[in-house]
């Protein structure tokens, strides 16, 4: 258990970068240009990410390089690189590696409005709103010179706002990807591509991309609308309380899930008897209930299999 526990931590930066690339494909025939330019852009520099969740706050600073169809995201001794249709991430000595990965499209539930010329650190820049029905959902600042994405802002159902990320510093030449190849050569634990499973195609929305399984048969499956994201994680047995041991609690439909609130991605944890659930995701708080209302729930084993287990367990 405690490698399981150790596997999930590990392909936490890697379930973040999944999630920054999911972003990128179009989602509308105004925006679409823009996306297509970001995911393309040259540029690095740091970036300051803040999400909100029930009147509480949590931060965080990474170092990001993007170049060509490679982003490099650092934080602390946590390193990942996605390029070229595959996903690498380390810690230390840890390593695990995603040898396959599927660019999703968009979804039609989102528009845009006509884009507002700004000035973001000192460059020009235009602001796109994204909206969802007739709820602004998110804005996006793109720099004109690269088309790199500057600051995204994005918001809950009642308008408040959910997370910010915004670049602090930016240089348009990625020194280490013009020099590197990524991660360094090494050992790594690789997720292999599988089949879904008994996991819908679709969730609230969001559509599988892919599945994969890796060390203690873990199944890692990876949502997207094009927007946002999600990545669901499957292991057999119990996860522990290590992990979550400063979650707080949540409830949606009668069900209870225990959440972890970190700077661009929020964890969720709950079991079923045979099967414990991880979700590592950017969503918003409503598309979060939608999607775990759409999930296997939570559901304890019933009296007579905890007596039994109890008495002779």
Avoid: C
Avoid at 137 to 154: C, K, N, S
Avoid at 254 to 280: C, N
């Amino acid at each position: 258990m405690t490698r399981v526990l150790g596997l999930l931590a590990k392909i936490g930066i890697l379930a973040a970068a999944l999630l920054v690339m999911g972003a990128v494909p179009a989602l509308a025939e105004t925006l679409e240009d823009y996306l297509h330019e970001a995911a393309e852009a040259d540029y690095a520099g740091r970036q300051v990410v803040v999400t909100v969740w029930d009147g509480d706050s949590t931060a965080g600073i990474f170092v990001i390089e993007h170049a060509g169809d490679t982003l490099m995201i650092e934080r602390g001794e946590h390193e990942a690189v996605v390029g070229g249709g595959k996903v690498s991430a380390a810690s230390r000595d840890d390593r695990v590696v995603i040898a396959r990965w599927t660019a999703m499209g968009y979804d039609t539930r989102y528009t845009t409005a006509d884009p507002v010329e700004v000035r973001r650190l000192g460059r020009s820049a235009e602001a796109v709103a994204i909206f969802e029905g007739e709820l602004l959902r998110a804005g996006i600042v793109f720099d004109v010179e690269t088309g790199a994405p500057l600051a995204t802002e994005v918001f809950a159902s009642d308008g408040r706002t959910f997370r910010v990320s915004s670049l602090i510093e930016f240089d348009p030449l990625p020194r280490r990807l013009y020099s590197s190849s990524g991660l360094d050569a090494g050992e790594y634990d690789v997720m292999v591509p599988v089949g879904p499973g008994d996991l819908p195609a679709e969730v609230a929305g969001y559509r599988l991309a892919d599945s994969y399984t890796g060390p203690d048969e873990v199944v890692h499956s990876f949502y997207s609308d094009g927007l946002f994201s999600f990545s669901l994680f499957e292991v057999e047995g119990a996860v522990g309380d290590d992990l979550f041991a400063d979650a707080r609690s949540m409830e949606v439909d009668g069900s209870k899930y225990r959440v972890l609130v970190r700077p661009a991605q929020v964890w969720v944890h709950w079991s079923t008897p045979a099967t414990s659930y991880v979700l590592v995701g950017d969503l918003p708080p409503d598309h979060l209930e939608q999607v775990l209302a759409e999930l296997p729930k939570p559901r304890q084993r019933n009296f007579f299999s905890r007596l039994w287990n109890g008495l002779f367990g």
